[in-house]
């Protein structure tokens, strides 16, 4: 059974950082997958914002790019994300995702960033 269990985040300053893993289990050939991170505003749909493709292609959304750092360590099966100079508007819960023959999602980790 395929597990993904987000650990990280709270809540912090504008101009903060928080940092989120993301660990897989119970997925075979994790080099073979392609992984991302989505968010959800409060009201809003679910958005994806960064992205690490099988062939390695690392893509961000221009509202957290140069700000946002997404990686992968593939032997582990763990997913990071790096978010530096939070602001208000990154208030949103995050969800790890991974495509390995089916679509897989982490439980949901709420960010906020306020004063």
């Known amino acids: 059974q395929v597990q993904l269990v987000e650990i990280g985040g709270g809540e912090v300053r504008p101009g903060g950082s928080l940092r989120l893993s993301c660990e897989a289990s119970g997925i075979s050939d994790f080099n073979r997958c392609t992984t991302a991170w989505y968010r959800r505003a409060p009201g809003r749909q679910r958005e994806l914002f960064a992205r690490?493709?099988?062939?390695?292609?690392?893509d961000y959304d221009a509202n957290v790019r140069g700000r946002f750092t997404m990686a992968r360590d593939n032997p582990n099966k763990i997913v990071y994300l790096e978010m530096n100079d939070l602001e208000p508007e990154d208030t949103c819960v995050y969800y790890c995702?991974?495509?390995?023959?089916?679509?897989?999602w982490g439980q949901g980790t709420e960010d906020s960033v306020s004063s």
């Open positions: 995702y991974v495509q390995r023959i089916g679509d897989y």
């Open positions: 690490i493709t099988l062939e390695g292609y690392l």
